[in-house]
Protein backbone atom coordinates (compact mmCIF):
# COMPACT_ATOMS: atom_id res chain seq x y z
CA UNK A 1 0.00 0.00 0.00
CA UNK A 2 2.90 2.18 0.84
CA UNK A 3 4.52 1.86 -2.44
CA UNK A 4 1.33 2.35 -4.47
CA UNK A 5 1.37 5.77 -2.23
CA UNK A 6 4.93 6.78 -3.22
CA UNK A 7 4.04 5.67 -7.06
CA UNK A 8 1.33 7.77 -6.88
CA UNK A 9 2.41 10.59 -5.68
CA UNK A 10 5.78 10.36 -7.88
CA UNK A 11 3.31 10.69 -10.77
CA UNK A 12 1.89 13.81 -9.45
CA UNK A 13 5.05 15.27 -9.04
CA UNK A 14 6.04 14.38 -12.44
CA UNK A 15 2.82 15.81 -13.76
CA UNK A 16 2.96 19.26 -11.78
CA UNK A 17 6.57 19.76 -12.77
CA UNK A 18 5.59 19.29 -16.02
CA UNK A 19 2.75 21.66 -16.15
CA UNK A 20 5.48 24.31 -14.45
CA UNK A 21 7.48 23.59 -17.21
CA UNK A 22 4.92 24.15 -19.89
CA UNK A 23 3.75 27.54 -18.15
CA UNK A 24 7.71 28.36 -18.48
CA UNK A 25 8.70 27.34 -21.82
CA UNK A 26 7.85 28.99 -25.34
CA UNK A 27 5.43 28.24 -26.98
CA UNK A 28 7.30 26.60 -30.12
CA UNK A 29 8.22 23.57 -27.47
CA UNK A 30 5.02 23.26 -25.39
CA UNK A 31 4.00 20.31 -27.93
CA UNK A 32 7.43 18.39 -27.46
CA UNK A 33 6.85 18.57 -23.51
CA UNK A 34 3.79 17.10 -23.84
CA UNK A 35 4.71 14.36 -25.37
CA UNK A 36 5.96 13.36 -22.43
CA UNK A 37 2.46 12.45 -21.14
CA UNK A 38 2.44 9.58 -23.04
CA UNK A 39 4.82 8.06 -21.07
CA UNK A 40 3.06 8.13 -18.05
CA UNK A 41 -0.13 7.02 -19.79
CA UNK A 42 1.45 4.02 -21.24
CA UNK A 43 2.87 3.03 -17.45
CA UNK A 44 -0.71 2.88 -15.89
CA UNK A 45 -3.65 0.35 -16.97
CA UNK A 46 -6.40 1.58 -19.35
CA UNK A 47 -9.61 1.38 -17.29
CA UNK A 48 -7.83 1.54 -13.65
CA UNK A 49 -8.12 3.70 -10.50
CA UNK A 50 -4.60 4.22 -10.96
CA UNK A 51 -5.47 5.51 -14.40
CA UNK A 52 -8.31 7.45 -13.86
CA UNK A 53 -6.28 9.39 -10.91
CA UNK A 54 -3.69 10.11 -13.53
CA UNK A 55 -5.97 11.29 -15.78
CA UNK A 56 -8.00 13.70 -13.70
CA UNK A 57 -4.27 15.34 -12.13
CA UNK A 58 -3.44 16.12 -16.02
CA UNK A 59 -6.97 17.61 -15.78
CA UNK A 60 -6.28 19.47 -12.81
CA UNK A 61 -3.04 20.95 -13.93
CA UNK A 62 -4.83 21.98 -17.26
CA UNK A 63 -2.58 20.28 -19.06
CA UNK A 64 -5.17 18.77 -21.55
CA UNK A 65 -6.11 22.37 -22.37
CA UNK A 66 -2.47 23.26 -23.68
CA UNK A 67 -2.49 20.25 -25.23
CA UNK A 68 -5.79 21.72 -27.07
CA UNK A 69 -4.35 24.97 -27.54
CA UNK A 70 -0.80 23.31 -28.69
CA UNK A 71 -3.20 21.69 -31.76
CA UNK A 72 -4.10 25.30 -32.88
CA UNK A 73 0.16 25.64 -33.69
CA UNK A 74 1.72 25.57 -37.07
CA UNK A 75 3.14 21.86 -37.03
CA UNK A 76 5.49 22.32 -40.00
CA UNK A 77 7.60 24.94 -37.79
CA UNK A 78 7.89 22.44 -34.94
CA UNK A 79 9.95 19.23 -34.30
CA UNK A 80 8.46 16.31 -35.40
CA UNK A 81 6.34 18.22 -37.84
CA UNK A 82 2.69 16.53 -38.18
CA UNK A 83 3.67 13.33 -36.56
CA UNK A 84 3.93 15.15 -33.41
CA UNK A 85 0.04 16.25 -34.16
CA UNK A 86 -0.95 12.74 -34.33
CA UNK A 87 1.02 11.87 -30.53
CA UNK A 88 -0.61 14.98 -29.13
CA UNK A 89 -4.40 14.05 -30.58
CA UNK A 90 -3.61 10.47 -29.06
CA UNK A 91 -2.80 12.01 -25.59
CA UNK A 92 -6.06 14.33 -25.69
CA UNK A 93 -8.16 11.63 -26.28
CA UNK A 94 -6.71 9.14 -24.48
CA UNK A 95 -7.26 11.44 -21.38
CA UNK A 96 -10.37 12.56 -22.53
CA UNK A 97 -12.17 9.10 -22.56
CA UNK A 98 -13.04 7.52 -19.50
CA UNK A 99 -12.47 11.09 -17.64
CA UNK A 100 -14.83 12.36 -15.42
CA UNK A 101 -13.83 15.43 -13.71
CA UNK A 102 -15.77 17.46 -10.50
CA UNK A 103 -16.33 20.22 -13.13
CA UNK A 104 -17.80 18.06 -15.23
CA UNK A 105 -19.81 21.12 -16.63
CA UNK A 106 -16.71 22.49 -18.13
CA UNK A 107 -15.84 19.25 -19.65
CA UNK A 108 -18.29 18.15 -21.43
CA UNK A 109 -20.20 21.06 -22.56
CA UNK A 110 -16.96 23.18 -23.49
CA UNK A 111 -13.67 20.94 -23.35
CA UNK A 112 -15.35 18.33 -25.50
CA UNK A 113 -16.75 20.04 -28.57
CA UNK A 114 -13.85 22.39 -28.66
CA UNK A 115 -11.27 19.13 -29.12
CA UNK A 116 -13.99 17.22 -31.98
CA UNK A 117 -13.49 21.28 -33.72
CA UNK A 118 -9.97 20.86 -33.16
CA UNK A 119 -9.33 17.75 -34.48
CA UNK A 120 -11.86 18.35 -37.31
CA UNK A 121 -9.96 21.70 -38.04
CA UNK A 122 -6.45 19.03 -37.91
CA UNK A 123 -7.83 17.11 -40.76
CA UNK A 124 -8.74 19.56 -42.93
CA UNK A 125 -4.93 20.70 -42.08
CA UNK A 126 -3.34 17.89 -43.03
CA UNK A 127 -6.12 17.09 -46.28
CA UNK A 128 -5.59 20.54 -47.50
CA UNK A 129 -1.31 19.55 -47.70
CA UNK A 130 -1.84 16.14 -48.88
CA UNK A 131 -4.10 16.88 -52.06
CA UNK A 132 -2.00 20.56 -52.51
CA UNK A 133 1.71 18.33 -52.48
CA UNK A 134 3.06 18.32 -56.37
CA UNK A 135 2.83 15.29 -58.39
CA UNK A 136 6.93 15.28 -58.18
CA UNK A 137 7.20 14.86 -54.38
CA UNK A 138 8.21 11.84 -52.96
CA UNK A 139 5.77 8.80 -52.04
CA UNK A 140 6.70 8.86 -48.32
CA UNK A 141 5.92 12.56 -48.09
CA UNK A 142 2.21 11.57 -49.00
CA UNK A 143 1.96 8.22 -47.54
CA UNK A 144 3.59 9.73 -44.09
CA UNK A 145 0.51 12.79 -44.53
CA UNK A 146 -2.23 10.21 -45.34
CA UNK A 147 -1.42 8.13 -42.27
CA UNK A 148 -1.40 11.17 -39.91
CA UNK A 149 -4.95 12.26 -41.25
CA UNK A 150 -5.87 8.25 -40.71
CA UNK A 151 -4.73 8.48 -37.26
CA UNK A 152 -6.60 11.73 -36.37
CA UNK A 153 -9.70 10.42 -37.42
CA UNK A 154 -9.36 7.14 -36.07
CA UNK A 155 -8.37 8.84 -32.41
CA UNK A 156 -11.41 10.93 -33.29
CA UNK A 157 -13.71 7.96 -33.66
CA UNK A 158 -12.00 6.82 -30.01
CA UNK A 159 -13.26 9.94 -28.63
CA UNK A 160 -16.91 10.16 -29.96
CA UNK A 161 -17.03 6.33 -28.91
CA UNK A 162 -16.15 7.36 -25.36
CA UNK A 163 -18.69 10.51 -25.35
CA UNK A 164 -21.44 9.44 -27.89
CA UNK A 165 -22.98 13.16 -27.92
CA UNK A 166 -19.94 13.88 -29.84
CA UNK A 167 -21.36 12.40 -32.90
CA UNK A 168 -23.76 15.19 -33.70
CA UNK A 169 -20.86 17.96 -33.24
CA UNK A 170 -19.14 15.91 -35.63
CA UNK A 171 -22.07 15.54 -38.41
CA UNK A 172 -22.57 19.31 -37.84
CA UNK A 173 -18.89 20.68 -38.33
CA UNK A 174 -18.85 22.42 -41.36
CA UNK A 175 -15.30 21.29 -41.76
CA UNK A 176 -16.61 17.67 -42.26
CA UNK A 177 -18.39 19.12 -45.12
CA UNK A 178 -15.62 20.59 -46.32
CA UNK A 179 -13.31 17.97 -46.33
CA UNK A 180 -16.43 15.72 -48.13
CA UNK A 181 -16.62 18.65 -50.76
CA UNK A 182 -12.88 17.27 -52.13
CA UNK A 183 -12.36 14.95 -55.07
CA UNK A 184 -9.09 12.88 -53.60
CA UNK A 185 -9.92 9.23 -53.34
CA UNK A 186 -8.28 7.92 -49.90
CA UNK A 187 -9.13 10.86 -47.75
CA UNK A 188 -12.79 10.59 -48.81
CA UNK A 189 -12.93 6.62 -48.37
CA UNK A 190 -11.81 7.62 -44.96
CA UNK A 191 -14.58 10.35 -43.92
CA UNK A 192 -17.12 8.16 -45.73
CA UNK A 193 -15.66 5.41 -42.70
CA UNK A 194 -15.70 8.14 -40.19
CA UNK A 195 -19.50 9.30 -40.73
CA UNK A 196 -20.38 5.01 -40.85
CA UNK A 197 -18.98 4.98 -37.80
CA UNK A 198 -20.63 8.05 -35.85
CA UNK A 199 -24.30 6.53 -37.16
CA UNK A 200 -23.37 3.02 -35.73
CA UNK A 201 -22.51 4.96 -32.38
CA UNK A 202 -25.46 7.02 -31.83
CA UNK A 203 -28.20 5.46 -34.49
CA UNK A 204 -30.72 8.39 -33.75
CA UNK A 205 -28.12 11.34 -34.73
CA UNK A 206 -29.24 11.58 -37.78
CA UNK A 207 -33.12 12.27 -36.03
CA UNK A 208 -31.27 15.50 -34.39
CA UNK A 209 -29.64 17.10 -37.19
CA UNK A 210 -31.23 19.86 -39.80
CA UNK A 211 -32.44 18.26 -43.23
CA UNK A 212 -30.47 20.71 -45.05
CA UNK A 213 -27.69 19.14 -42.67
CA UNK A 214 -28.50 15.69 -44.21
CA UNK A 215 -28.92 16.48 -47.32
CA UNK A 216 -26.07 18.34 -47.50
CA UNK A 217 -24.11 14.94 -46.70
CA UNK A 218 -26.57 13.27 -48.92
CA UNK A 219 -25.51 14.95 -51.89
CA UNK A 220 -21.53 14.59 -51.04
CA UNK A 221 -22.47 11.12 -50.68
CA UNK A 222 -24.22 10.12 -54.16
CA UNK A 223 -21.32 12.59 -55.70
CA UNK A 224 -18.77 10.31 -54.70
CA UNK A 225 -21.37 7.53 -56.90
CA UNK A 226 -21.45 9.39 -59.59
CA UNK A 227 -18.31 11.46 -60.15
CA UNK A 228 -15.42 8.69 -59.20
CA UNK A 229 -14.80 5.38 -61.16
CA UNK A 230 -13.02 3.44 -58.54
CA UNK A 231 -14.05 0.72 -56.68
CA UNK A 232 -13.50 1.50 -53.37
CA UNK A 233 -14.97 4.37 -53.19
CA UNK A 234 -18.35 3.75 -54.84
CA UNK A 235 -18.04 0.55 -52.23
CA UNK A 236 -17.59 3.36 -49.08
CA UNK A 237 -20.29 5.40 -50.65
CA UNK A 238 -22.66 2.87 -51.20
CA UNK A 239 -21.92 0.79 -47.12
CA UNK A 240 -22.61 4.50 -45.94
CA UNK A 241 -26.06 5.12 -47.49
CA UNK A 242 -26.61 1.33 -46.41
CA UNK A 243 -25.91 1.73 -42.68
CA UNK A 244 -28.16 5.51 -43.14
CA UNK A 245 -31.04 3.85 -44.47
CA UNK A 246 -30.90 1.41 -41.87
CA UNK A 247 -31.02 3.70 -38.77
CA UNK A 248 -32.61 6.48 -40.62
CA UNK A 249 -35.96 5.31 -42.12
CA UNK A 250 -36.91 8.59 -44.32
CA UNK A 251 -33.57 8.02 -46.11
CA UNK A 252 -35.53 6.01 -48.73
CA UNK A 253 -37.98 8.26 -49.57
CA UNK A 254 -35.44 11.18 -49.62
CA UNK A 255 -33.40 9.06 -52.46
CA UNK A 256 -36.71 8.84 -54.58
CA UNK A 257 -38.11 12.64 -54.14
CA UNK A 258 -34.30 14.06 -54.32
CA UNK A 259 -32.27 11.86 -56.80
CA UNK A 260 -34.79 10.70 -59.76
CA UNK A 261 -31.60 8.24 -61.60
CA UNK A 262 -29.97 7.08 -58.89
CA UNK A 263 -31.15 3.40 -59.82
CA UNK A 264 -28.96 4.00 -63.18
CA UNK A 265 -26.54 5.44 -60.82
CA UNK A 266 -26.13 2.37 -59.09
CA UNK A 267 -26.54 -0.22 -62.00
CA UNK A 268 -22.89 1.35 -63.43
CA UNK A 269 -21.25 -0.17 -60.41
CA UNK A 270 -22.84 -3.97 -61.12
CA UNK A 271 -19.77 -6.32 -60.76
CA UNK A 272 -17.06 -3.97 -59.18
CA UNK A 273 -17.14 -6.23 -56.14
CA UNK A 274 -19.40 -4.98 -53.61
CA UNK A 275 -22.38 -6.52 -55.22
CA UNK A 276 -23.78 -7.23 -51.52
CA UNK A 277 -24.25 -4.16 -50.17
CA UNK A 278 -25.30 -3.16 -53.77
CA UNK A 279 -28.17 -5.59 -53.97
CA UNK A 280 -28.92 -4.48 -50.64
CA UNK A 281 -29.04 -1.25 -51.08
CA UNK A 282 -31.22 -1.70 -54.40
CA UNK A 283 -33.64 -4.09 -52.76
CA UNK A 284 -34.36 -1.28 -50.38
CA UNK A 285 -35.16 1.34 -52.96
CA UNK A 286 -37.50 -1.49 -54.36
CA UNK A 287 -38.87 -2.00 -51.27
CA UNK A 288 -39.66 1.43 -50.14
CA UNK A 289 -38.54 1.35 -46.56
CA UNK A 290 -36.44 -0.78 -44.25
CA UNK A 291 -39.23 -2.39 -42.55
CA UNK A 292 -40.89 -3.81 -46.15
CA UNK A 293 -37.17 -4.47 -47.47
CA UNK A 294 -36.59 -6.57 -44.67
CA UNK A 295 -39.82 -8.47 -44.88
CA UNK A 296 -39.06 -8.84 -48.94
CA UNK A 297 -35.45 -10.50 -47.50
CA UNK A 298 -37.22 -12.18 -45.45
CA UNK A 299 -39.75 -13.60 -48.08
CA UNK A 300 -36.78 -14.24 -50.51
CA UNK A 301 -35.29 -16.32 -47.87
CA UNK A 302 -37.92 -18.47 -47.23
CA UNK A 303 -38.89 -18.74 -50.71
CA UNK A 304 -35.11 -20.11 -51.00
CA UNK A 305 -35.37 -22.14 -48.57
CA UNK A 306 -38.47 -23.38 -50.14
CA UNK A 307 -37.08 -24.09 -53.64
CA UNK A 308 -34.21 -25.73 -51.85
CA UNK A 309 -36.70 -28.64 -50.04
CA UNK A 310 -38.68 -28.72 -52.78
CA UNK A 311 -35.40 -29.42 -55.09
CA UNK A 312 -33.91 -31.84 -52.35
CA UNK A 313 -37.15 -33.54 -52.09
CA UNK A 314 -37.80 -33.93 -55.73
CA UNK A 315 -34.39 -35.18 -56.29
CA UNK A 316 -34.84 -38.15 -53.39
CA UNK A 317 -38.14 -38.99 -55.38
CA UNK A 318 -36.25 -39.21 -59.02
CA UNK A 319 -33.46 -41.00 -57.40
CA UNK A 320 -36.01 -43.76 -55.19
CA UNK A 321 -37.84 -43.42 -58.54
CA UNK A 322 -34.52 -44.57 -60.98
CA UNK A 323 -34.32 -47.12 -58.14
CA UNK A 324 -38.17 -48.41 -58.64
CA UNK A 325 -37.38 -48.67 -62.28
CA UNK A 326 -33.89 -50.31 -61.94
CA UNK A 327 -35.72 -52.58 -59.61
CA UNK A 328 -38.68 -53.42 -62.04
CA UNK A 329 -36.88 -53.66 -65.00
CA UNK A 330 -34.17 -55.77 -63.42
CA UNK A 331 -37.26 -58.73 -61.59
CA UNK A 332 -39.26 -57.99 -65.05
CA UNK A 333 -36.16 -59.42 -66.70
CA UNK A 334 -35.16 -61.98 -64.29
CA UNK A 335 -39.59 -63.10 -64.46
CA UNK A 336 -38.57 -63.09 -68.38
CA UNK A 337 -36.07 -65.16 -68.26
CA UNK A 338 -37.61 -67.81 -65.72
CA UNK A 339 -40.67 -67.46 -68.63
CA UNK A 340 -38.59 -68.28 -71.30
CA UNK A 341 -36.39 -71.30 -69.48
CA UNK A 342 -39.83 -72.28 -68.57
CA UNK A 343 -41.03 -72.12 -72.14
CA UNK A 344 -37.67 -74.43 -73.58
CA UNK A 345 -38.24 -76.92 -70.42
CA UNK A 346 -41.74 -77.26 -71.60
CA UNK A 347 -40.64 -77.29 -75.15
CA UNK A 348 -38.20 -80.04 -74.68
CA UNK A 349 -40.33 -81.87 -72.32
CA UNK A 350 -43.62 -82.10 -75.18
CA UNK A 351 -40.48 -82.92 -77.47
CA UNK A 352 -39.28 -86.23 -75.36
CA UNK A 353 -43.05 -87.05 -74.58
CA UNK A 354 -43.60 -87.02 -78.69
CA UNK A 355 -40.47 -88.73 -79.10
CA UNK A 356 -41.13 -91.45 -76.17
CA UNK A 357 -45.22 -91.90 -77.63
CA UNK A 358 -43.37 -92.58 -81.64
CA UNK A 359 -40.87 -94.77 -80.13
CA UNK A 360 -43.49 -96.61 -77.97
CA UNK A 361 -45.66 -97.00 -81.04
CA UNK A 362 -42.97 -98.50 -82.69
CA UNK A 363 -42.11 -100.87 -80.27
CA UNK A 364 -45.88 -101.94 -79.92
CA UNK A 365 -46.00 -102.28 -84.38
CA UNK A 366 -42.75 -104.31 -83.89
CA UNK A 367 -44.27 -106.34 -80.87
CA UNK A 368 -47.05 -107.42 -82.59
CA UNK A 369 -45.01 -107.54 -86.35
CA UNK A 370 -43.16 -110.38 -84.13
CA UNK A 371 -46.36 -111.85 -82.93
CA UNK A 372 -47.59 -111.91 -86.28
CA UNK A 373 -44.51 -113.72 -87.36
CA UNK A 374 -44.30 -116.11 -84.83
CA UNK A 375 -48.14 -117.25 -85.41
CA UNK A 376 -47.33 -117.77 -88.71
CA UNK A 377 -44.40 -120.34 -87.90
CA UNK A 378 -46.33 -121.67 -85.33
CA UNK A 379 -48.12 -125.05 -86.56
CA UNK A 380 -51.84 -124.01 -86.57
CA UNK A 381 -52.79 -126.80 -83.82
CA UNK A 382 -51.03 -124.88 -81.13
CA UNK A 383 -51.88 -121.27 -82.63
CA UNK A 384 -55.21 -121.66 -80.10
CA UNK A 385 -53.16 -122.74 -77.46
CA UNK A 386 -51.07 -119.62 -77.55
CA UNK A 387 -53.27 -117.15 -78.13
CA UNK A 388 -55.18 -118.73 -74.94
CA UNK A 389 -51.95 -118.02 -73.28
CA UNK A 390 -51.53 -114.94 -74.15
CA UNK A 391 -55.09 -113.35 -73.14
CA UNK A 392 -54.16 -115.35 -69.79
CA UNK A 393 -51.13 -113.44 -69.76
CA UNK A 394 -52.90 -109.91 -70.30
CA UNK A 395 -55.30 -110.51 -67.93
CA UNK A 396 -53.09 -110.84 -65.34
CA UNK A 397 -51.58 -107.97 -66.59
CA UNK A 398 -54.57 -105.66 -66.54
CA UNK A 399 -55.31 -107.41 -62.83
CA UNK A 400 -52.13 -106.59 -61.42
CA UNK A 401 -52.31 -102.73 -62.88
CA UNK A 402 -55.63 -102.25 -61.51
CA UNK A 403 -54.63 -103.72 -58.10
CA UNK A 404 -51.96 -101.69 -58.02
CA UNK A 405 -54.36 -98.58 -58.73
CA UNK A 406 -56.67 -99.66 -55.58
CA UNK A 407 -53.32 -100.20 -53.61
CA UNK A 408 -52.51 -96.87 -54.43
CA UNK A 409 -55.31 -95.47 -53.53
CA UNK A 410 -55.46 -96.77 -50.18
CA UNK A 411 -52.25 -96.04 -49.60
CA UNK A 412 -52.88 -92.21 -48.26
CA UNK A 413 -55.63 -93.59 -46.10
CA UNK A 414 -53.46 -96.29 -44.33
CA UNK A 415 -50.55 -93.70 -44.07
CA UNK A 416 -52.64 -91.39 -42.06
CA UNK A 417 -53.90 -94.40 -39.81
CA UNK A 418 -51.06 -95.20 -39.29
CA UNK A 419 -50.02 -91.39 -38.49
CA UNK A 420 -52.89 -91.27 -35.93
CA UNK A 421 -51.76 -94.80 -34.39
CA UNK A 422 -48.41 -93.53 -34.34
CA UNK A 423 -49.88 -90.04 -32.68
CA UNK A 424 -52.18 -92.19 -30.10
CA UNK A 425 -49.02 -94.65 -28.92
CA UNK A 426 -47.16 -91.81 -28.41
CA UNK A 427 -49.76 -89.91 -26.60
CA UNK A 428 -50.21 -93.07 -24.33
CA UNK A 429 -47.06 -93.74 -23.45
CA UNK A 430 -46.54 -90.01 -22.74
CA UNK A 431 -49.91 -90.01 -20.38
CA UNK A 432 -49.00 -93.21 -18.83
CA UNK A 433 -45.12 -91.98 -18.10
CA UNK A 434 -46.65 -89.04 -16.06
CA UNK A 435 -49.37 -91.32 -14.36
CA UNK A 436 -46.38 -93.63 -13.38
CA UNK A 437 -44.24 -90.46 -12.00
CA UNK A 438 -47.33 -89.48 -9.95
CA UNK A 439 -48.17 -92.50 -8.38
CA UNK A 440 -44.30 -92.32 -7.45
CA UNK A 441 -44.57 -89.42 -6.01
CA UNK A 442 -47.63 -90.68 -4.43
CA UNK A 443 -45.70 -93.66 -2.80
CA UNK A 444 -42.58 -91.86 -1.87
CA UNK A 445 -42.62 -90.40 1.96
CA UNK A 446 -41.74 -86.75 2.72
CA UNK A 447 -38.32 -86.11 4.21
CA UNK A 448 -39.79 -84.46 7.37
CA UNK A 449 -41.72 -87.61 7.93
CA UNK A 450 -40.38 -90.64 9.78
CA UNK A 451 -39.85 -93.99 7.47
CA UNK A 452 -42.72 -96.67 7.32
CA UNK A 453 -42.84 -98.63 10.23
CA UNK A 454 -40.66 -96.67 12.96
CA UNK A 455 -42.94 -96.72 15.96
CA UNK A 456 -41.93 -95.77 19.33
CA UNK A 457 -41.51 -99.06 20.24
CA UNK A 458 -39.25 -99.73 17.39
CA UNK A 459 -37.85 -96.62 18.04
CA UNK A 460 -36.55 -97.38 21.64
CA UNK A 461 -35.22 -100.79 20.36
CA UNK A 462 -32.98 -98.88 17.49
CA UNK A 463 -31.91 -96.25 20.58
CA UNK A 464 -31.18 -98.82 22.96
CA UNK A 465 -29.13 -101.00 20.56
CA UNK A 466 -27.27 -97.39 19.49
CA UNK A 467 -26.45 -97.19 23.19
CA UNK A 468 -24.94 -100.92 23.19
CA UNK A 469 -22.72 -100.18 19.98
CA UNK A 470 -21.84 -96.83 21.67
CA UNK A 471 -20.82 -98.90 25.02
CA UNK A 472 -19.05 -101.76 23.20
CA UNK A 473 -16.74 -99.61 21.05
CA UNK A 474 -16.25 -96.23 22.59
CA UNK A 475 -15.20 -93.41 20.65
CA UNK A 476 -11.35 -92.94 19.85
CA UNK A 477 -11.81 -89.34 19.81
CA UNK A 478 -11.67 -87.87 22.90
CA UNK A 479 -10.54 -84.16 22.17
CA UNK A 480 -13.81 -81.87 21.41
CA UNK A 481 -11.75 -80.39 18.27
CA UNK A 482 -11.59 -84.05 17.04
CA UNK A 483 -15.56 -84.93 18.00
CA UNK A 484 -16.91 -82.11 16.18
CA UNK A 485 -14.18 -82.78 13.03
CA UNK A 486 -16.29 -86.31 13.38
CA UNK A 487 -19.61 -84.61 13.56
CA UNK A 488 -19.17 -82.79 10.77
CA UNK A 489 -17.99 -85.45 8.51
CA UNK A 490 -20.79 -87.47 9.58
CA UNK A 491 -23.44 -84.86 8.70
CA UNK A 492 -21.58 -84.70 5.26
CA UNK A 493 -22.28 -88.32 5.16
CA UNK A 494 -25.26 -88.04 5.85
CA UNK A 495 -26.17 -84.88 3.67
CA UNK A 496 -24.69 -86.88 0.69
CA UNK A 497 -26.67 -89.71 1.12
CA UNK A 498 -30.43 -87.57 1.12
CA UNK A 499 -29.23 -85.74 -1.65
CA UNK A 500 -28.69 -89.11 -3.58
CA UNK A 501 -31.40 -91.54 -2.26
CA UNK A 502 -34.11 -90.25 -4.88
CA UNK A 503 -31.30 -90.87 -7.28
CA UNK A 504 -30.90 -94.49 -5.68
CA UNK A 505 -34.42 -94.70 -5.59
CA UNK A 506 -35.38 -94.20 -8.92
CA UNK A 507 -32.38 -96.21 -10.20
CA UNK A 508 -34.00 -99.29 -8.18
CA UNK A 509 -37.40 -98.48 -10.05
CA UNK A 510 -35.97 -98.83 -13.29
CA UNK A 511 -34.26 -102.05 -12.14
CA UNK A 512 -37.30 -103.50 -11.05
CA UNK A 513 -39.00 -102.58 -14.27
CA UNK A 514 -36.63 -104.58 -16.27
CA UNK A 515 -36.87 -107.03 -14.02
CA UNK A 516 -41.02 -107.30 -14.61
CA UNK A 517 -40.28 -106.45 -18.09
CA UNK A 518 -37.70 -109.58 -18.39
CA UNK A 519 -40.17 -111.71 -16.55
CA UNK A 520 -43.14 -110.82 -18.49
CA UNK A 521 -41.45 -111.67 -21.98
CA UNK A 522 -40.03 -114.89 -20.10
CA UNK A 523 -43.46 -115.80 -19.35
CA UNK A 524 -44.59 -114.89 -23.10
CA UNK A 525 -41.90 -116.89 -24.48
CA UNK A 526 -42.74 -119.79 -22.45
CA UNK A 527 -46.80 -119.99 -23.22
CA UNK A 528 -45.74 -118.77 -26.98
CA UNK A 529 -47.80 -121.04 -29.30
CA UNK A 530 -46.74 -123.06 -32.59
CA UNK A 531 -46.18 -120.66 -35.66
CA UNK A 532 -49.09 -123.09 -37.29
CA UNK A 533 -51.16 -122.11 -34.12
CA UNK A 534 -50.64 -118.63 -34.09
CA UNK A 535 -53.39 -116.23 -34.67
CA UNK A 536 -53.18 -112.16 -35.16
CA UNK A 537 -53.54 -110.97 -31.73
CA UNK A 538 -50.03 -113.32 -30.64
CA UNK A 539 -48.14 -111.68 -33.75
CA UNK A 540 -49.53 -108.09 -32.01
CA UNK A 541 -48.18 -109.53 -28.88
CA UNK A 542 -44.61 -110.61 -30.17
CA UNK A 543 -44.08 -107.27 -31.88
CA UNK A 544 -41.81 -105.19 -30.34
CA UNK A 545 -42.52 -101.47 -31.14
CA UNK A 546 -38.80 -100.29 -30.51
CA UNK A 547 -37.32 -99.53 -33.47
CA UNK A 548 -33.55 -101.03 -32.98
CA UNK A 549 -35.59 -104.14 -31.84
CA UNK A 550 -36.95 -104.59 -34.95
CA UNK A 551 -33.76 -103.51 -37.05
CA UNK A 552 -32.10 -106.28 -34.87
CA UNK A 553 -34.22 -108.91 -35.35
CA UNK A 554 -34.65 -108.01 -39.62
CA UNK A 555 -30.62 -108.71 -39.15
CA UNK A 556 -30.88 -111.86 -37.92
CA UNK A 557 -34.05 -113.10 -40.05
CA UNK A 558 -31.95 -112.13 -42.93
CA UNK A 559 -29.19 -113.93 -41.60
CA UNK A 560 -30.93 -116.81 -40.70
CA UNK A 561 -32.46 -117.39 -44.38
CA UNK A 562 -28.83 -116.62 -45.47
CA UNK A 563 -27.58 -119.60 -43.47
CA UNK A 564 -30.52 -121.61 -44.61
CA UNK A 565 -30.04 -120.98 -48.72
CA UNK A 566 -26.05 -122.18 -48.14
CA UNK A 567 -25.10 -125.51 -49.18
CA UNK A 568 -24.60 -128.29 -46.20
CA UNK A 569 -20.43 -128.11 -46.28
CA UNK A 570 -21.00 -124.51 -45.98
CA UNK A 571 -22.48 -124.94 -42.61
CA UNK A 572 -19.80 -127.29 -40.85
CA UNK A 573 -17.64 -125.07 -38.08
CA UNK A 574 -19.89 -121.42 -38.57
CA UNK A 575 -19.65 -121.31 -34.66
CA UNK A 576 -15.73 -121.27 -35.24
CA UNK A 577 -15.61 -118.47 -37.65
CA UNK A 578 -15.64 -114.68 -36.86
CA UNK A 579 -17.85 -111.98 -38.16
CA UNK A 580 -15.00 -110.96 -41.12
CA UNK A 581 -15.80 -114.82 -41.96
CA UNK A 582 -19.12 -114.87 -42.01
CA UNK A 583 -19.29 -111.32 -44.26
CA UNK A 584 -17.24 -113.37 -46.66
CA UNK A 585 -19.52 -116.70 -46.77
CA UNK A 586 -22.37 -114.15 -47.01
CA UNK A 587 -21.07 -112.85 -49.90
CA UNK A 588 -19.74 -115.70 -51.51
CA UNK A 589 -23.65 -117.41 -50.86
CA UNK A 590 -24.49 -113.95 -53.09
CA UNK A 591 -22.65 -115.22 -55.59
CA UNK A 592 -23.89 -118.02 -56.35
Given amino acids: MDKKKSVAGQEDKFVEDLASHVAETAERNVPILLLALQDILDEVVSGSQRAEHVKKTIWQFELLQSVLIALKQDFTQIQGKWETATSLTKILVHCSVGLDPPDSHEFHAIFLPESIERLLVLCRNLQHRYTKIPEGATVSTKAGLLQCFNQVLESMKWLYSGHVFLTSNVLRSNYLLQMLITDDKETGISLLGAIQSAIRVDPSVLETLDEKLVNSLLDEVIYKLSAFNEAEVGAAATRALVNIADVYPPL????????????????????????????????????????????????????????????????????????????????????????????????????????????????????????????????????????????????????????GVLERRKLGLRKATARQVRAALTIQRCIRRYLQRLEDRRKEPLIWQPPPGLTDERRVELQALIDKKRKDYPSQCTDRGDQEDLHTRAQEAWMHYVSRRLVTKKSYQRREALLAALEMDTDLLANAPKLSEATDRDVYTFTSHSTPVAAKALANHKEELSLMRQPWWRKMHLDDLTESELDNVDSDQAMF
Fill in 252 to 403: IQMLYSRYKGIRPLLSRWTGKGFGRDLKKLLQLLDAGSAQEAEMQRLHRAASTIQAIIRGFLTRRRVKNADKAFATLQRNYRVKQEKRDIEKASHREERALQHQLLLARRRAMRETRQKQLDMITAMHPAEVDKYLEASQIHAAIKLQAVWR
